[in-house]
T-cell receptor, first 109, second 110 residues
Framework: RKEVEQDPGPFNVPEGATVAFNCTYS??????FFWYRQDCRKEPKLLMS???SGNEDGRFTAQLNRASQYISLLIRDSKLSDSATYLC??????????FGSGTRLQVQP | NAGVTQTPKFQVLKTGQSMTLQCAQD?????MSWYRQDPGMGLRLIHY???????DQGEVPNGYNVSRSTTEDFPLRLLSAAPSQTSVYFC?????????FGPGTRLTVL
């Protein structure tokens, strides 16, 4: 079983739609959680951290459920520019980041 | 501020050749790492370093060597290239809050 699992998609949604991605992790000692965004043939870049209380950054909302060991990312009012692969990332303290395989989002006009 | 730089951007090798992928960062980060990314596999950790002179193996270290003689540089050496090492390689540098990636090296081994 992979340490971090994501639905690979693709999620094809129209502009303006709301879309949600989930990610599950197996290491109960995981302490820090992130969503990274990766555009085609580019390097991953931090989208947002995920806090226990949930957090929001504009159209993006991230939530963490420690009991069920999953994190989620909600994107409201999708834009064409949101088309990318979204990587779920977890780490236990100062250990290396563990990446999910990514969920591909395609926003269509 | 250059962040994390990698060279070369593209490389084609023949089976059995060796080469070094260069990585440098100017953020004075102690933690650096190398990943490879293959379709459907996500990013897999090859080697990492928590400071100059200290390196350790990640998930997929076989066929690769690293060294960390300075805080800034973290080169990755392919000892004897194999077709299975065809991949995109990312170097990363991690601060207190965020991990920054280099632009990647696309390596093809024939």
């Amino acid at each position: 079983r992979k340490e971090v699992e994501q639905d690979p998609g693709p999620f094809n949604v129209p502009e303006g739609a709301t879309v949600a991605f989930n990610c599950t992790y197996s290491n109960s000692a995981s302490q820090s959680f992130f969503w990274y965004r990766q555009d085609c043939r580019k390097e991953p870049k931090l989208l947002m951290s995920v806090y226990s209380s949930g957090n929001e950054d504009g159209r993006f909302t991230a939530q963490l459920n420690r009991a069920s060991q999953y994190i989620s990312l909600l994107i409201r009012d999708s834009k064409l520019s949101d088309s990318a692969t979204y990587l779920c990332v977890v780490t236990a303290g100062r250990r290396a980041l563990t990446f999910g395989s990514g969920t591909r989002l395609q926003v269509q006009p | 501020n250059a962040g994390v730089t990698q060279t070369p951007k593209f490389q084609v090798l023949k089976t059995g050749q060796s080469m070094t992928l260069q990585c440098a960062q100017d953020m004075n980060h102690e933690y650096m790492s190398w990943y490879r990314q293959d379709p459907g596999m996500g990013l897999r950790l090859i080697h990492y370093s928590v400071g100059a002179g200290i390196t350790d193996q990640g998930e997929v270290p076989n066929g690769y060597n690293v060294s960390r003689s300075t805080t800034e540089d973290f080169p990755l050496r392919l000892l004897s290239a194999a077709p299975s090492q065809t991949s995109v390689y990312f170097c990363a540098s991690r601060g207190d809050y965020e991990q920054f990636f280099g632009p990647g090296t696309r390596l093809t081994v024939l």
